[in-house]
T-cell receptor, first 111, second 115 residues
Framework: GQNIDQPTEMTATEGAIVQINCTYQ??????LFWYQQHAGEAPTFLSY????GLEEKGRFSSFLSRSKGYSYLLLKELQMKDSASYLC????????????FGAGTTVTVRA | NAGVTQTPKFRVLKTGQSMTLLCAQD?????MYWYRQDPGMGLRLIHY???????AKGEVPDGYNVSRLKKQNFLLGLESAAPSQTSVYFC??????????????FGPGTRLLVL
């Protein structure tokens, strides 16, 4: 599999901003996905980056630097419902099955 | 549209028993996947299919078999269950490969406990 690193846990206050970093090592990078997974539920798609730069979707933004093998997911104006695990997944064309997932970052939002 | 559905939702097996997990999607997706999710290890791909009648091995295929006889269904079989196969199993599907078409849509999961 791929070497994909994310912090295990993060805690933040309601209304604040949290940045979840993801670093990866791959020989055939061709895109990066972020998924959200609430406890006991299925992962759901949040964002996709294939070119360097920032993609913004409402309160969520995702950034990619291909030269640094680095991405982050930015969650703004945190709400209690944002408490979940956030999964970074990398598409690698040198890999037969293409998409590899990180272990996920559990974000806890406190009142 | 129901999206991706999985049956059963929960199952308890004894070591050595067999079972089949069923995944169905109504989005006319070409690609389907089976993952297992264990604490601290993230999602790991077991097997996948790029179209009806095709299957391929993923990262952790040992102990599992799959079949894709119909485009909308992807079956995962455990021939002789082992305690190491205790996990949450997720099925997913995607329209095709490449770019946003590779966005995967997940089923609700099957929790399997092997005693």
């Amino acid at each position: 599999g791929q070497n994909i690193d994310q912090p295990t846990e993060m805690t933040a206050t309601e209304g604040a901003i949290v940045q979840i970093n993801c670093t990866y090592q791959t020989s055939g990078f061709n895109g990066l996905f972020w998924y959200q997974q609430h406890a006991g539920e299925a992962p759901t798609f949040l964002s996709y980056n294939v070119l360097d730069g920032l993609e913004e979707k409402g309160r969520f933004s995702s950034f990619l630097s291909r030269s640094k093998g680095y991405s982050y997911l930015l969650l703004k104006e945190l709400q209690m419902k944002d408490s979940a695990s956030y999964l970074c997944a990398v598409r690698d064309d040198s890999n037969d099955y293409k998409l590899s997932f990180g272990a996920g970052t559990t974000v806890t939002v406190r009142a | 549209n129901a999206g991706v559905t999985q049956t059963p939702k929960f199952r308890v097996l004894k070591t050595g028993q067999s079972m089949t997990l069923l995944c169905a999607q109504d989005m006319n997706h070409e690609y389907m996947y089976w993952y297992r999710q264990d604490p601290g290890m993230g999602l790991r791909l077991i097997h996948y299919s790029v179209g009806e009648g095709t299957t391929a091995k993923g990262e952790v295929p040992d102990g599992y078999n799959v079949s894709r006889l119909k485009k909308q269904n992807f079956l995962l079989g455990l021939e002789s269950a082992a305690p190491s196969q205790t996990s949450v199993y997720f099925c997913a599907s995607s329209l095709s490969s490449g770019g946003l078409q590779e966005t995967q849509y997940f089923g609700p999961g099957t929790r399997l406990l092997v005693l």
